[in-house]
């Protein structure tokens, strides 16, 4: 394999382009960004590693102890630290579980965002460069929706789904339910961003060059409008990953999201609440810990993105 002479300065432009650029700069700038980002890929490790992590799958039933159960903090006086967290009215190991959870939770509220993102994005591409009465209806649809709260929006699909579906098939789409719920109640906000920032490219010289030429729209959309805008979609995306995350474990606590089973910081809260006035606080702590951790460090860095690239939260 042969290097040209030009490969080198080339390798060093784009290393200087990218030690100059604002995304990079911010982690830098900013020590709670620096932490923040650190504390997200230990989740994101968390998420891919943990079967491979965990003491004890907190799934299987086989490896589940009743006499551990109830069991305290290492630290504490009846603990052991075969369960450094403790162990839940079953014997599942707290740390096992908490680690499971996160997975689950940052699993559905990235699956969620995504929906989100598959329908709020194109509408708000199609409504900001068409305009009139099309984009009329599109943003009237979009405020409507938005009156309602999210989490009652969540709510009400959850209440059809068990209306329309039987028992047995809700329980096996349960999952997909609740993706569907916190996607569709998240789409208005991107639809809105998305259009405002189509509102002011369309009108700009490469834009109407492209046209000139007679480029598509679906080609101007897709390859000329939208990578331009991709940096408030990222930071706006990022920020409601973590409302994602939270209406996941809300709707779980509230009974009508994940089943019990399945382990996710909302059900974990939600079990260890009901142990809460005899005790066992630990139960519900540490997922709440968790939550709180993952949810703070989300919006951190989406901040410091933020105030770097000076974009507008609204």
């Given amino acids: 394999m042969t290097i040209s002479k030009t490969d080198g300065p080339r390798q060093l432009a784009w290393l200087t382009r990218l030690k100059r650029s604002v995304l990079l700069s911010s982690f830098g700038a900013s020590p709670a960004a620096m932490l923040s980002a650190a504390l997200i890929t230990l989740f994101l490790l968390n998420a891919i590693f943990a079967p491979f992590l965990v003491p004890q799958d907190p799934s299987d039933l086989r490896s589940l102890n009743l006499t551990d159960s109830l069991k305290p903090p290492a630290w504490m006086a009846d603990g052991v630290w075969g369960y450094p967290l403790g162990t839940d009215g079953q014997g599942r190991d707290i740390l096992s579980a908490v680690m499971y959870g996160a997975r689950t ?119 000329h409008i939208l990578p331009n805008i991709g940096s408030p979609i990222l930071v706006f995306a990022a920020i409601n990953l973590s409302f994602a995350i939270v209406a996941e474990a809300t709707l779980s606590f509230l009974g009508v999201g994940l089943p019990p089973t399945e382990p996710s910081l909302g059900t974990l809260i939600m079990t260890g609440n009901d142990f809460l006035l005899s005790g066992e606080w630990w139960m519900s702590l540490f997922p709440g810990l968790a939550l709180m951790s993952l949810v703070m460090a989300i919006n951190c860095l989406a901040d410091s993105f933020q105030d770097r690239l000076h974009i507008s939260p609204g």
């Avoid at 569907?180 to 109407?208: H, N």
């Fill in 105 to 223: 939770s940052l699993g559905f509220g990235l699956a969620a965002l995504a929906l989100a993102s598959l329908l709020g994005i194109p509408i708000g591409l199609i409504a900001g460069y068409t305009g009139g009465f099309l984009d009329s209806v599109l943003m009237r649809v979009a405020d409507t929706q938005l009156t309602f709260p999210p989490i009652l929006i969540a709510l009400l699909l959850d209440g059809i789904g068990r209306a329309v579906l039987s028992r047995s098939m809700q329980q096996s789409l349960q999952p997909l339910w609740v993706v569907l719920a916190i996607g569709v109640s998240l789409w208005p906000q991107f639809a809105r961003l998305v259009r405002a920032s189509t509102l002011v490219e369309r009108g700009k010289d490469y834009i109407l060059a492209a046209r000139l030429v007679g480029v598509s729209r679906s080609r101007i959309l897709a390859l």
